[in-house]
């Protein structure tokens, strides 16, 4: 089974407006940490925002925004007031467990056209 | 913040030889480093996972004796691809935990390399 769901391959947003990029994710594990990045062109990846499984409020990280429903298993990205730079593939990650030797496991992303 | 450096950006190779990529960690120390993949338009998939002074733990599927893997110091963790092949054609990125608190929480990347056998 998918560890982590990404369910749009590509998305289009005008720009200012909001956007929401969808994550499921799927865990029988009860601390574990998720994450989005950003990935440019280029190739790097961006850290974006971070969302701790017994964090009870949503992140906020500027214009970025997670809306973590624990119960449904989802943490969403929204990313406000859209750039022309915002335009770039999108990943959600997950990191089971605690302890600095877990890697992330990636969803597939969300490429993101952001349009003047 | 932590930053990873990671050389080559690019190389372009012939079938047989062999390649090798560092990952540095500039100003932290990391023990554990993280070796990724990404062909075109797909996700990150893990390699293997570098522990300083120990061998690397490969996941399903990756060979250990194409992709050599050594994590000689604190600071820097190398990738081997021995015998280079244009299916092996593909995105390397290596990832380290660095810092405390919060920050331990969050992978740092470094900038990539792009391999390409001919």
């Known amino acids: 089974a998918q560890k982590i769901t990404q369910t749009q391959p590509g998305m289009f947003v005008q720009e200012k407006e909001a956007v929401t990029l969808d994550c499921t994710y799927d865990?029988?594990?009860?601390?574990?940490?998720l994450f989005w990045y950003k990935q440019p062109s280029s190739g790097e990846m961006i850290f974006l925002i971070y969302q701790g499984s017994y964090d009870e409020q949503n992140a906020t990280e500027g214009r970025y925004s997670l809306n973590f429903q624990k119960a449904r298993k989802s943490a969403n990205l929204v990313i406000s007031a859209s750039q022309l730079g915002d335009s770039a593939m999108y990943f959600c990650a997950m990191r089971e467990g605690r302890g600095g030797n877990t890697p992330l496991v990636f969803g597939k992303g969300t490429r993101l056209s952001v349009i003047a | 913040g932590a930053v990873v450096s990671q050389h080559p950006s690019r190389v372009i190779c012939k079938s047989g030889t062999s390649v090798k990529i560092e990952c540095r960690s500039l100003?932290?120390?990391?023990?554990?480093m993280f070796w990724y993949r990404q062909f075109p338009k797909q996700s990150l998939m893990l390699m293997a996972t570098?522990?300083?002074?120990?061998?690397?733990?490969?996941e399903q599927g990756v060979e250990k004796d194409k992709f050599l893997i050594n994590h000689a110091s604190l600071t820097l963790s190398t990738l081997t691809v021995t015998s280079a092949h244009p299916e092996d054609s593909s995105f390397y990125i290596c990832s380290a935990r660095g810092g405390t608190g919060v920050t331990n929480e969050k992978l740092f990347f470094g900038s990539g390399t792009q391999l390409s056998v001919l």
């Open positions: 865990t029988s594990d009860q601390s574990y940490g």
């Open positions: 570098s522990n300083e002074g120990s061998k690397a733990t490969y």
């Open positions: 100003d932290f120390q990391a023990t554990t």
